[in-house]
Nanobody, 130 residues
Framework: QVHLVESGGGSVQAGGSLRLSCAASGYSSTTVGTYTMTWFRQVPGKEREGVAAIDNDGTTIYTDSVKGRFTISHDNIKNTLYLQMSSLKPEDTAMYYC?????????????????????WGQGTPVTVSS
């Protein structure tokens, strides 16, 4: 079992920045770098959307709407996943979740799909005002 706890959400004006964190715990022999880890977001009434993912070899993928504005990274020593969000827009407002799974081939083809993940955090809210 992998336990994920997000933090760092909050309220910010458009154009501002936030850094989300996702602290992982569970299997003693593994770190965040062992897994494929992804940030998702969801607004009420809409499907959960994959925002950014990072594979165990450091490969990353982003949804088009955040490319050039968001950066996903992980720190194996702190066992934490991050999402640095810049130039935030009101449409970035959502509950943000981190998720993890053991890696498999063809990362680019499935990494932003929510049904691929079995370990989820409880979410952290982000509100961007205009």
């Amino acid at each position: 079992q992998v336990h994920l706890v997000e933090s760092g959400g909050g309220s910010v004006q458009a154009g501002g920045s936030l850094r989300l964190s996702c602290a992982a715990s569970g299997y003693s022999s593994t770190t965040v770098g062992t897994y494929t880890m992804t940030w998702f977001r969801q607004v009420p009434g809409k499907e959960r959307e994959g925002v950014a993912a990072i594979d165990n070899d450091g490969t990353t993928i982003y949804t088009d709407s955040v490319k050039g504005r968001f950066t996903i990274s992980h720190d194996n020593i702190k066992n934490t996943l991050y999402l640095q969000m810049s130039s935030l827009k009101p449409e970035d407002t959502a509950m943000y979740y981190c998720a993890a799974r053991f890696p498999r081939l063809q990362f680019m083809s499935w990494a932003l799909s929510s049904n691929e993940y079995v370990f989820w955090g409880q979410g952290t809210p982000v509100t961007v005002s205009s």
